[in-house]
T-cell receptor, first 117, second 112 residues
Framework: GAVVSQHPSRVICKSGTSVKIECRSL??????MFWYRQFPKKSLMLMAT?????????EQGVEKDKFLINHASLTLSTLTVTSAHPEDSSFYIC?????????????FGNGTRLTVT | SQQGEEDPQALSIQEGENATMNCSYK?????LQWYRQNSGRGLVHLIL?????REKHSGRLRVTLDTSKKSSSLLITASRAADTASYFC????????????FGTGTRLQVTL
């Protein structure tokens, strides 16, 4: 089945530094990838839609300068949390949909646990 | 506001029993999907039901969809300890460029 690889799985960084998270579709092409944030025991909150070769579309309330998204190829999207603060600590999950039409499911990475100290 | 509200928030059953989770949503949809999440991991797609379908089966899973009531249910039959996880419904809303909106989730605990 389709596999999405997310790296790193865990990262601890100091306040003020930037962290990059990678999301790769390993055996399919994805013109669109999605980045979610999840708080403990809560649902997933869509942060942005990453579009290959164009700018990401951010959801209301998500700072685009804070969460930089780059989708440079059909198999790779990156999320960079810039100038991280402790309140950015969270579980970040990416997903991708195979380009098989509207009713194809999302495939998720295993998430990245970010802790900002 | 939350598109998907799930009920119950938590469910504890014994192995062998059936587990039923419900999901309600507010807007028109193209399809509704159910996902499973083990603690600290990503989500795994379980089943997708289109807006013109009423029921779908996959192994021990049975999903129903009632678009008139804007609700769906997920039934897991003959549950196993390995089914312990959080289950989320997600709606692909009409006119939202296939972005999924997730429900609040049901945490299922299956004990031996």
């Amino acid at each position: 089945g389709a596999v999405v690889s997310q790296h790193p799985s865990r990262v601890i960084c100091k306040s003020g530094t930037s962290v990059k998270i990678e999301c790769r579709s390993l055996d399919f092409q994805a013109t669109t990838m999605f980045w979610y944030r999840q708080f403990p025991k809560k649902s997933l909150m869509l942060m942005a839609t990453s579009n290959e070769g164009s700018k990401a579309t951010y959801e209301q309330g998500v700072e685009k300068d804070k969460f930089l998204i780059n989708h440079a190829s059909l198999t790779l999207s990156t999320l960079t949390v810039t100038s991280a603060h402790p309140e950015d600590s969270s579980f970040y999950i990416c997903s991708a949909r195979e380009d098989r039409g509207q009713n194809s499911p999302l495939h998720f990475g295993n998430g990245t646990r970010l802790t900002v100290t | 506001s939350q598109q998907g509200e799930e009920d119950p928030q938590a469910l504890s059953i014994q192995e062998g029993e059936n587990a039923t989770m419900n999901c309600s949503y507010k807007t028109s949809i193209n399809n509704l999907q159910w996902y499973r999440q083990n603690s600290g991991r990503g989500l795994v797609h379980l089943i997708l039901i289109r807006s013109n379908e009423r029921e779908k089966h996959s192994g021990r899973l049975r999903v129903t969809l009632d678009t008139s009531k804007k609700s769906s249910s997920l039934l897991i039959t003959a549950s196993r300890a390995a089914d312990t996880a959080s289950y989320f419904c997600a709606t692909d809303r009409t006119g939202t460029a296939s972005k999924l909106t997730f429900g609040t989730g049901t945490r299922l605990q299956v004990t031996l």
